[in-house]
Each structure stands twice: as structure tokens, then as C-alpha cells.
């Protein structure tokens, strides 16, 4: 996935379950830092990954919603995966599978 394509284009697979937020405001430096992030080039053991954490209902979600919407032209694809089991793990996996054909789905 390329992080500097044509920005005019917006992703070609955006699978975030959640419209913008037209309310969201500030945690500009958090936006940033993520940004940051996951622009990264130089080869690391855990390049592109990032989490995020914290006491619930601080904002956590909505701050990645914001910076999916902000930045979605930024990237070819954007995939929200909910991993609050391994089974919903796995089923956003697959659902990747599905959505970008990037290799053969078997019965199994």
C-alpha cells in the first residue's frame, strides 16, 4: 500500500464502519503523531502498526475514525478490522480477503 499516491483518488478500499464526525475538534498533536507514524519509511520489525490505548470513553475510536476520514485520500486502502474477540479478529481478515481478492478464499 502506497502512503504517497494520487491524493485526488482517495482509497480504493475503505471498509471504516463509521461516518465523519462533523463534531470532532482538537487532538491535533495526537492526528499528528499518528500521521507521523504511520508514514514512516525506514524498515522496522513493526513498521505501520500503532496502537492506541487508554481508559474507555476518552476517544479512543473517535480519534481513529477522524484520522481515517482525514487522511483517507493519503492511502490505497484503509481497513477497519474489530478485534475484540479472535473470532471477529480472523472475520475482519477474511473480509479483507473479500474485499481486495489478494489471494484465494478456500472452503475450509
Known amino acids: 500500500m502506497s502512503l504517497d499516491h494520487d491524493v ?4 480504493i478500499h475503505f471498509t471504516v464502519p ?3 464526525n462533523p463534531h470532532f475538534v482538537g487532538r491535533d498533536s495526537e492526528l499528528g503523531r499518528l500521521r ?3 508514514k514512516r519509511n525506514e524498515k522496522t520489525r513493526f513498521n505501520h502498526r500503532v496502537a492506541v490505548h487508554g481508559l474507555a470513553g476518552v476517544g479512543k475510536t ?6 481515517a476520514w482525514k487522511y483517507r485520500p493519503a492511502y490505497d486502502g484503509v481497513f477497519w478490522i474489530d478485534a475484540a474477540d479472535q ?3 480472523l472475520s475482519g481478515f477474511r473480509d479483507i480477503v473479500a474485499e481486495t481478492q489478494c489471494v484465494e478464499i478456500t472452503k475450509e
Open 8 to 11: 485526488s483518488k482517495g482509497a
Open 62 to 67: 473517535q480519534l481513529l475514525v477522524a484520522y
Open 18 to 20: 463509521f461516518e465523519e
Open 36 to 38: 507521523t507514524e504511520l
Open 87 to 89: 473470532t471477529l479478529l
